[in-house]
């Protein structure tokens, strides 16, 4: 029902600027909560940012300052703006959706989630 497909993925030098995006199909896409979450080989899954539907955003601490989550309703689409990419932004990035809603606290964990894309990978060399 609700299909998500990531695409901007790439290779990039220390310092480069990747955008992300995340095209939405199935459901309104006015009353997701959006989220994108990344994970590099051996490590556990995170958060990077999320977006709700009233377009208050959250960002990890790790991100915060560089990366930029916004959304195009007109194009069913999120976007993930990337700056200043370091090595450790090195990870196959998701993009999660779900429509029930959550408290802020609850926002950047993988488990409120329902619907999952692919994902689409990020390499940054130094």
């Known amino acids: 029902q609700v299909q998500l497909v990531e695409s901007g993925g790439g290779s990039v030098q220390t310092g480069g600027s990747l955008k992300l995006s995340c095209a939405a199909y199935?459901?309104?896409?006015?009353?997701?909560?959006m989220g994108w979450f990344r994970q590099a080989p051996g490590n556990e899954r995170e958060g990077v940012a999320t977006?709700?539907?009233?377009?208050?955003?959250i960002y990890a601490d790790s991100v915060k300052g560089r990366f930029t989550i916004s959304r195009d309703i007109t194009k069913n689409t999120l976007y993930l703006q990337m700056n200043s990419l370091e090595p450790d932004d090195t990870a196959m990035y998701y993009c999660?959706?779900?429509?029930?809603?959550?408290?802020?606290?609850?926002?950047?964990?993988?488990?409120?989630?329902?619907?999952w894309g692919q994902g689409t990978q990020v390499t940054v060399s130094s």
């Open positions: 977006i709700a539907p009233d377009g208050s955003t």
């Open positions: 999660a959706a779900d429509t029930r809603s959550k408290v802020a606290v609850y926002r950047m964990k993988e488990t409120e989630y329902k619907y």
């Open positions: 199935g459901y309104p896409f006015t009353y997701y909560y």
